[in-house]
């Protein structure tokens, strides 16, 4: 347990008492926000501060003799790190990882103590959350070892009878004299069965670092790949004069990428192509906090609604990410920066990034050489000056460092072409600035964006910068894809970021391009800050890119911040093709006569229900979604309408329909043969309070997390959307309430309370277990209904 106290430096130096706090931490989520607060919109009026953090730690008196690190896996942001109230180290970014050397710093069979400061002030132009949010390991080692992330494994060879994986171990000698240790590598198979073994001496000198090279074979390979995601582990161990000295391990996988203009990406020889999501860091109710289960859950989500990629947007991925991704097939874009020497809010990375990229690249690299899901790093997001000469050099320095790091991987980088030509078009734009200037210029320009886009200027702006990647990362340029391939025929492209309701478009410009290799849609989960983005908005109100107080997601995502499903991502399922059957979503009635004036990133706002009590009779428009050819619409079993769909017709119809509660069905048709159906009823009178836990037994350490969803249900298990109730929920047994909320985008309830209100009948509860045994999760509602879940926690894990 660490404490954790904020430093309110604004008030005089009075700080808040301490409270003990489970690593990982988000140390702002369970702040009051603030409707005030100028730029709010962009963090989601969560106000920013100075975070202490400080935990004390026994230190054997053996331990002068061995290499102490402490390793810190995130910590947002410009951390300082003390060891008995001396500097040891600090770090600026907040999502690089680093280590500190401790020995020096430490006393010796007493108590010390560690103590690490973290601070975030307009500094992000989404919600960063703020303090120790990634994992932290102490780690002691003896003088000859093998180096943090020394393991890096590579399978340049494969075919299907062999593939030769390459294991270059770094050993460290920080002894006094010349060592010599005896290193052995086992390879592992995903059921735990060696598959080969081999070993050699490496004398190390004193002071110095040692790479043994070893070429393993393993026989009949099982690949890695997005829909075969097979593992294997390497486990090292040193020996010196027979007694082990040090042991390491790490998970890969044998897969092989090409990539060309003609072909695509192909992974393993087969082409792959990319349905891509780009998702910023937080967990919803968790805040900024990577808990490894929460990590694992949103990318396991993510792949069942039909993602085979993810743009870690805009900052490097946690490890637990990346590992989830390993698991489950997901391809890995990882993204470094979002500005360079430019800023993009008041005291941003720019500041620091001209002394510190090389080592956050290094950092990021090095972090991701073992798994086989990263395809490519971004060097960075929408970067002003790269439309010109020195931003282009900068560009070329970045790409050229990562290379030399890790030639393995592709380079890219998303350009927003309003931004490369800003200059010239800053007047046309009435003054607007860098940041939300050019978002609002996004959100209401339409075709414009594509004829700048597509024009001779943005050709020559962005040529260099085009030419120092492998992959030309494209912001909202689809207009471009067919134009380079003429001009550029060599250039491979990838939609590094798009509008989320131009899906059946871009995808066809996918399928029908070798060139463009996928698409990556802002988002695939919903998130913190931004607030609004994605907002219906109607005419006659108050505009502009992001909502106002108390807006609190962006609202762009496919999924919602608690993991529900919204319609667009059934409507993307369907374009990828990978649904047959149709799939009903009806607008709410408040939209009805309204004129919709939306952002390219809102979707219209419906939902997937028959429930809306107090507005029967009136016409309620029910969208179906299909790549049939059309689709009829039953009403209590009773034909209403045929409709032509499929990609003709965006993969939609629409019905103006009399709401009468009972059952609406969607039939789908291809050459007149019905080829799937769905169908929404409406949830009776009499309401359930339904809570089910997303496992039954969970492991018993603090990495683990238990996902309660809470409905309002009827007997039949039907969500009454149209009821919303406060709920409470209270813990027995070894666990406590991480967090509690909604997939609500406009809401002032915290998470981190025990009451909050459910949305469209629905909320989220998260528990975190603190040992082993029984958790019952108990939950009620302001009628006086009750419901509670039992789960398992298990030393021995789930």
Known sequence: MFRAKQNEFAELGRSVPAEEVTLPHDAVIGRSRDAELDGGAATAFFPGGTWEYTKKFFVPEDYAGKRVR???EGVYRSALVYLNDDLAGRWASGYTGFSVVANDFLRYGVENVVRVEARAHRDSRWYSGAGIHRPVHLIVAEPVHVALDGVRVTTPDIDADRAVVHVATTIENEANRLRTVMVETTLFDGGNRVVAVD????????????????RIIVARPELWSPDTPNLYRAAVTVREVGEVVDEAETTFGIRALQLDAERGLRVNGEVVEL??????HDNGVLGAAAITRAEQRRVELLKQAGFNAIRSAHNPMSRAMLD???????????????????????????FDFEDWWERDLDAMVRKDWNHPSVFAYSIGNEIPEVGGPHGAVWARRLAERVRS??????VTSGVNALLAVMTELRQGWGGADDGEGVNTVMANAG????????????TERTAEVFATLDIAGMNYLDGRYELDHELFPNRVIIGSETFPTHIDHLWALVTKHPHVIG??????????????????QYAGEAGGFMGGYPWLTAWVGDIDITGVRRPASYYREIVFGLRPAPYLAVRRPESSGREVVSSPWAWTDCLSSWTWPGHEGRPLVVEVYSDADEVELLVNEKSFDRRPVGAQHRYRAEFEVPFTPGRITAVSYRDGAET????????????????TADRPVVSAGVDDLVFVDIALVDPDGVVHTGTDRRIEVAIDGPGVLQGLGSGNPKNTESFTGDTHSTFDGRALAVVRPTGAGEIRVKVLDDTGLSTEVLVTARKDGA
């Open 447 to 458: 075709a414009m964006l594509n004829k700048i886009g597509t024009s001779e200027l943005v």
């Open 70 to 72: 402490l390793e810190f």
């Open 676 to 691: 799937g159906r769905s169908e929404v009823c409406t949830a009776s009178d009499e309401v359930h309070l339904l809570a």
């Open 199 to 214: 070993g050699a001496p490496v004398s190390v000198v004193p002071g110095e670092s040692a790479v043994l090279r070893q």
């Open 324 to 350: 989830a991704c390993d698991h489950a097939g997901m391809l890995v874009m990882d993204e470094a920066f979002d500005m360079w020497t430019r800023s993009k809010s008041d005291f941003d990375y720019a």
């Open 275 to 280: 349905r891509g999501a780009c998702v910023h």
């Open 519 to 536: 698409d990556f849609t802002w988002t695939g989960w919903d998130y913190l800050g931004e607030v609004g983005v994605g907002r219906p």
């Open 405 to 410: 790091l890790d030639g393995t991987r592709y």
